[in-house]
């Protein structure tokens, strides 16, 4: 099984501040890394799909770059509705075996 | 708006069963595979199972293989999930989730989710 860890746990910034969230597998998924964002009682919604693609509809100030075993989604200036829980997810393994990271929290300071 | 509708979560006790369903709105189901989710509570989330788009291929987690059976009707757009043997480690939230087509695992739909307690 692959396993991805996410630092930190917990990631405490200003509105306006540049967030930086790193995923860490622990083997090579090339690039076949996602994103997602989840706010308390919701359900997650995909921001960044194959390391570095925005899905529909998500803002600018939302970027992924990595390949292989390092990965990281940048937040370019926060805003208010950013606050959330940020999962990492790989889609590498086929038979399928998709696992996700344990979660970074975004919380406001 | 394109959609996803769980239904079907309960409480329920340890050994018993139960059977998600989940119908999606304004998309050929048939252009899409599906999967499901789950989330225990104030925990994260573990993918549970994948069904093909035509329902040829199906695959589960480990953590409940044997145990769950996926399955879709393409004519109703409707996914579900049989679960049985259930276990107080079952306990979550279930996703009924879309993968983007051509991209296998990359989940860019999901439902609201409906929610599984299992009783020991």
């Known amino acids: 099984e692959i396993v991805l860890t996410q630092s930190p746990a917990t990631l405490s910034l200003s509105p306006g501040k540049r967030a930086t969230l790193s995923c860490k597998a622990s083997q090579s998924i090339a690039g076949f890394l996602a994103w997602y964002q989840q706010k308390p009682g919701q359900a997650p919604r995909l921001l960044i799909y194959d390391a570095s693609n925005r899905a529909t509809g998500i803002p600018a100030r939302f970027s992924g770059n990595g390949s292989g075993t390092d990965f990281t989604l940048t937040i370019s200036s926060l805003e208010p509705e950013d606050f959330a829980v940020y999962y990492c997810q790989q889609r590498y393994n086929w038979p399928p075996d998709f696992t996700f990271g344990p979660g970074t929290k975004v919380d406001i300071k | 708006e394109v959609q996803l509708v769980e239904s079907g979560g309960a409480l329920v006790q340890a050994g018993g069963s139960l059977r998600l369903s989940c119908a999606g709105s304004e998309f050929t189901s048939s252009d899409y595979s599906l999967n499901w989710v789950r989330q225990a509570p104030g925990k994260g989330l573990e993918w549970v199972s994948y069904?093909?788009?035509?329902?040829?291929?199906?695959y589960y987690a480990d953590s409940v293989k044997g145990r769950f059976t996926i399955s879709r009707d393409n004519a109703k757009n409707s996914l579900f999930l049989q679960m049985n043997s259930l276990r107080a480690e079952d306990t979550a939230v279930y996703y009924c989730?879309?993968?983007?087509?051509?991209?296998?695992?990359?989940?860019?739909?999901w439902g609201q989710g409906t929610m599984v307690t299992v009783s020991s």
């Open positions: 069904i093909s788009s035509s329902s040829a291929t199906m």
């Open positions: 989730v879309r993968d983007m087509i051509h991209q296998t695992g990359a989940f860019d739909v």
